[in-house]
Structure formats: C-alpha cells, structure tokens
T-cell receptor
Framework: DTEVTQTPKHLVMGMTNKKSLKCEQHMGHRAMYWYKQKAKKPPELMFVYSYEKLSINESVPSRFSPECPNSSLLNLHLHALQPEDSALYLCASSQRRGGEQFFGPGTRLTVL | AQSVTQPDIHITVSEGASLELRCNYS??????LFWYVQSPGQGLQLLLK??????LVQGIKGFEAEFKRSQSSFNLRKPSVHWSDAAEYFCAVDTDRGSTLGRLYFGRGTQLTVWP
C-alpha cells in the first residue's frame, strides 16, 4: 500500500462547529505532515510529527489542533474557524523527516 | 535563508512541443531536490528527485531534470508534452538533506497550459 488517504474529501462548516480531518498511511512512515494550500499558492507547512511526537508547529493558531494517535494516523481537529481558513488541507508522510514526501489527495474545507 | 525560485508563473505550450520549467534555489550546500505535479483540486504527486550521483535524473510520465551545481538550478524537461500534462508544477528543496531536521521548501509553482 503506497498511498496516503484523507477523509473527508470535502467539508463545509460554520464558524462555531467542531470537526476533524483524518489522514492515514500504511507505508511504515514515521514522519507525517499537515499543509494548508490556498488557490494558486504552494503548500504551507503547518505541523510535523516525527515518531508520533510533534516536532514542528509553524505558529499555527490554536483553533487548529493536531493529533497523532499512532504511527499510521494523523488527525487535525478544527474549532471556531474563520472564513479565511477555507483552503485545501493536505497530509503527507515520509520515511523519516527529510527526503521525499508522499501526499494525500487533500480535504477541501469551506468555512461559512 | 533558503529560497526556491520558479521564475515562470504560467507557461503555455502546444501539444507535442518540448518543455522546460525552471527552478533555482538559494542555499549554501546541495540540498535534496524534488519536482511535484498537482492537478486541480488534487494532492501533489512526486515526479522525480535528486539526492546525489548522476545529475540527470529520470522521473515518471517521461519527465527528466538536470541538477547544475554551478547554477544552483534543477530544471524540469519533457521532450514532447501531452495534453494530460496540463497542471501546476512545484519545485521543492529539503535543505537538511534528509536529516531529522528535514522539511520541504516549495517554489511558488508554474502553471502549465497545453494547447491542442
């Protein structure tokens, strides 16, 4: 299995909702990443987990809360988001930090 | 500070024509280098990578890239473009060369349009 899966594909939420994005990989990778991508822009790194420990938080607002329950799963919990948080959220994994990253298809998030 | 430059925001080519997408990086040492492709609303797919060794690397879908240390460049090429190659292309570098500090820095992307 050489893919990264993300659910849901699309998510529409209000500013008072709580929702979660899920990412899964079964390649035995020990580094996992969350990126945010706005239209016509490159992905922006949000969080990096290495061996299930948070190793990078790129000054992301606390309304985004990552979680890595085990080496295959990565969640992103969302609460009290703003309309400007609407974007494509991409998950990626790599064997370890550094080297090639494998990306999931993304979750298209719309905040109303 | 490290940076990745893709000077062309948008390139248009005719189907069957050759293609070259430019990428330059600013970093003291040789980083790990990557090209990714992204179709609309999709994730990023790795086309090819350079870690060391032969400076001409072959990738998927008929793409190749050449690393030129003297020019700090890693340009992507394809001899004959197909309509399905229309997409956004991102150059990326990992300046910590696969170490435990590694992370990717992306260029701003080049949008490729292919005319029939």
């Amino acid at each position: 299995d050489t893919e990264v899966t993300q659910t849901p594909k699309h998510l529409v939420m209000g500013m008072t909702n709580k929702k979660s994005l899920k990412c899964e990989q079964h390649m035995g990778h020990r580094a996992m990443y969350w990126y945010k991508q706005k239209a016509k822009k490159p992905p922006e790194l949000m969080f990096v987990y290495s061996y299930e420990k948070l190793s990078i938080n790129e000054s992301v607002p606390s309304r985004f809360s990552p979680e890595c329950p085990n080496s295959s799963l990565l969640n992103l919990h969302l609460h009290a988001l703003q309309p400007e948080d609407s974007a494509l959220y991409l998950c990626a994994s790599s064997q370890r930090r550094g080297g090639e990253q494998f990306f999931g298809p993304g979750t298209r998030l719309t905040v109303l | 500070a490290q940076s990745v430059t893709q000077p062309d925001i948008h390139i248009t080519v005719s189907e069957g024509a050759s293609l070259e997408l430019r990428c330059n990086y600013s970093y003291g040492a040789t980083p790990y280098l990557f090209w990714y492709v992204q179709s609309p609303g999709q994730g990023l797919q790795l086309l090819l990578k350079y870690f060391s060794g032969d400076t001409l690397v072959q990738g998927i879908k008929g793409f190749e890239a050449e690393f030129k240390r003297s020019q700090s460049s890693f340009n992507l090429r394809k001899p004959s473009v197909h309509w399905s190659d229309a997409a956004e292309y991102f150059c990326a570098v990992d300046t910590d060369r696969g170490s435990t500090l590694g992370r990717l820095y992306f260029g701003r992307g080049t949008q490729l349009t292919v005319w029939p």
